[in-house]
């Protein structure tokens, strides 16, 4: 018997009640705090109150889906010394592995949709002069902590804007704005955006290659697919969320259809109407995207004044003024307007 046991069964006999009280002889430490680990629950919240379920996948992968989906960091991954089975040879360089997997067999079950995600991390090799607290200077491994989301529907209710308008309200509700979506050519996606703020890459977002979600996974929806690096996303710009007074006088709510070339991203259109409309517009959102000769996107803005009620003609000239704006500085044609 372990000599703590004894003094245990000593004291019992004794009584517990009778050791004397102490006060501890120095102050309480003040508790750990992990920005990243906040962050990540928070996400997790946020994340599900939208309608998507979290997942956990075990960190393995098979090192053969490396070349099968072309994998750009497949001489990165880390193979492992005695793996479980033949299936998990490897850590993983990115959760699409298991997620697309599992989305298959969602699919396969008779589900009409999926909206997942998993909050975990990816492991590399570490090359070059890379460096991650708490690791060493000589330790060989990165761990990067992400967010990874996949969706998909037989009913077409996840596309790409459905998806790109969950993550905007996901960083409206984290107080992160001067957030936007430009184009790239991040892997695993045929059809792409970096999500960025500032400087700083957030993260990805865009429609998985249907040569992995259909040729490797067997899925023949459309995929769509997000990625945010929770390290990157603590250093990003933070604000608390201010309130003003609801204005007691009545919004107008008005269509502008806008005929571009598909280089251009709806985002920059989205700032000019801002820009342009001023204290004077309430809100923009995407309504509708067509693509076939260039892009169509039907926006809905919402003209609104904390002082007065609007007239029809103050509201025909701003969205005029608007429509002519975007016809300068993206040689946009705004249908419906001479």
Known sequence: TASEDIVEEVLRIWGYEKI????????????????EVELEEKSRDLLAAQGMSEIITVPFVEGSKFEAIKDPLKERAIAIVNPPTALHTHLRTNMFYEHLAIAHKVLGRGDNEFALFEVGKVYLKKV???????????????????????FGSKKKNW????????????????????????KSNAFPYSTAGEIKQGDLV??????????????????????????????????AKTEPKSYVPYSQYPAVTMDMSVLIDSTVQAGELITKIKEVGGELLRSVKIADVYEKEGRSILFSIVYQSKEKNLTTDEVNELHKKIGEALHTSFNATIRGMN
């Open 128 to 150: 070059g002069g890379e460096n991650q607290p708490p690791h060493k200077p000589d330790f060989p491994y990165l761990e990067n902590r992400q967010i990874s989301a996949i």
């Open 20 to 35: 004397p009280s102490k006060t501890l002889s120095s102050v309480i430490p003040k508790p750990l705090i992990q920005p």
């Open 159 to 182: 596309d790409y804007y459905h998806v790109k308008g969950i993550l905007e309200n996901y960083f409206e509700e984290l107080g992160m704005h001067d957030i936007t979506f430009s």
């Open 202 to 235: 957030l993260g990805t977002i865009g429609i998985v290659n249907p040569a992995i979600s259909r040729g490797v996974f067997h899925i023949d929806e459309e995929v769509t697919a997000f990625v945010i690096d929770i390290e990157t996303l603590v250093k």
